[in-house]
């Protein structure tokens, strides 16, 4: 298996890394739908679905959500 420093990474910018990181994992996923959830996974992933579908005004809106986490980083 190709290393960071064989495959020229660590000579890479911080930002053409996660450019490369998002195109590797955009590649995996076209790729490998599906197959990268466990069964369990899955069991849990239907759950809570379902439990969306039953109460869809029961989750924390997103604006109260990055107003927390921005407060737990003191931005």
């Known amino acids: 298996m190709p290393s960071v420093e064989s495959l020229g990474l660590d000579e890479m910018t911080l930002d053409d ?4 990181v998002g195109a590797i994992w955009d590649r995996i996923a076209a790729t490998h739908s ?9 069991a849990e992933l239907r ?10 005004d029961g ?3 997103w604006e109260d959500v990055k107003a927390d986490a921005r407060r737990r980083i003191g931005r």
Do not use: F, V, Y
């Not at 599906?34 to 899955?42: E, I």
């Not at 759950?47 to 869809?56: G, K, L, S, T």
């Open 34 to 42: 599906g197959t990268l959830l466990t069964p369990a996974d899955r």
């Open 47 to 56: 759950r809570r679905i379902a439990d969306d579908d039953a109460d869809p």
């Open 59 to 61: 989750g924390i809106p």
């Open 17 to 20: 890394q996660l450019e490369l």
